[in-house]
């Protein structure tokens, strides 16, 4: 005779058991996706030093990281744009996940504005910046006041990026000022600030020469350092703050 079983039937505390796994289960995914946005600066600033110690010509008081793209080995630029655009798009993707879970301000806009910056990476690394200042040594360049088609599109690419990026960390300030950690909100109004003003100090400079092209050619470098490192950190702070959730 064949002997027919049942299952148990669903308790209270099996529920609340897959309940709990299934929130766990989201917790994991979050923080692989934040940590795409936690790793995307130092996999930019490590590549970028690395050509900038084995690209002949390239000089960090007139070139910025952008020019690293044209020439033989401009291939490696190119990809570090489009690999740590994607990285960024992939942890805006969990700061939006991360701030839906914990709550407060900032849910919709300071992911969006982050991930506005990821797609300015990417479009920096299809749109190749035209050679300037001499380098790659021996290239064209375009006479004073004109640019290609697509150095205006690297161009356009960068800015729209690099304002998403100074408008995020005005809308986290504000979510971090709402919190009560002002450490926190003044930490991001002065990466918007120092950002603006290096982004503003770059367009205004770099056709210069002498030490206004320095100035603000290393005061740029500053700032995308400072800027990455606070991508940084907000991504490990969502992700503390997810875990106590």
Not at 92 to 110: D, I, N, P, Q, S
Not at 217 to 233: D, H, K, M, N, R
């Amino acid at each position: 005779m064949q002997t027919v079983t049942y299952d148990q039937p669903l308790t209270a505390e099996h529920l609340a058991s897959a309940q709990a796994a299934g929130s766990d289960r989201r917790r994991q995914l979050t923080r692989a996706l934040l940590a795409g946005s936690l790793l995307a600066g130092p996999v930019y600033i490590l590549v970028g030093a690395l050509q900038i110690a084995i690209r002949p010509g390239f000089d960090i008081t007139r070139h910025d990281l952008s020019l690293l793209s044209n020439g033989p080995l401009g291939w490696i630029q190119i990809t570090n744009f489009l690999v740590t655009g994607l990285l960024t798009i992939v942890g805006a993707l969990g700061m939006r996940r991360a701030l839906a879970a914990v709550g407060g301000r900032g849910r919709t806009w300071g992911p969006l504005l982050l991930g506005l910056y990821g797609l300015g990476l990417i479009g920096a690394g299809i749109f190749v910046a035209d050679p300037m200042n001499g380098f790659p040594p021996g290239a064209a360049t375009a006479a004073a006041g004109t640019m290609s088609g697509h150095g205006l599109l690297h161009l356009v690419s960068g800015s729209l990026g690099f304002l998403g990026l100074i408008a995020a960390s005005f809308v986290f300030a504000r979510r971090f000022a709402a919190q009560g950690r002002r450490a926190w909100a003044a930490y991001s109004v002065a990466t918007g600030v120092l950002f603006f003003a290096a982004f503003v100090g770059i367009a205004a400079g770099s056709q210069q020469a002498g030490a206004t092209l320095t100035v603000v050619t290393l005061a740029f470098y500053v700032a995308v350092a400072l800027g990455w490192a606070w991508v940084s950190a907000i991504s490990a702070r969502l992700a503390v703050e997810l875990r106590s959730e």
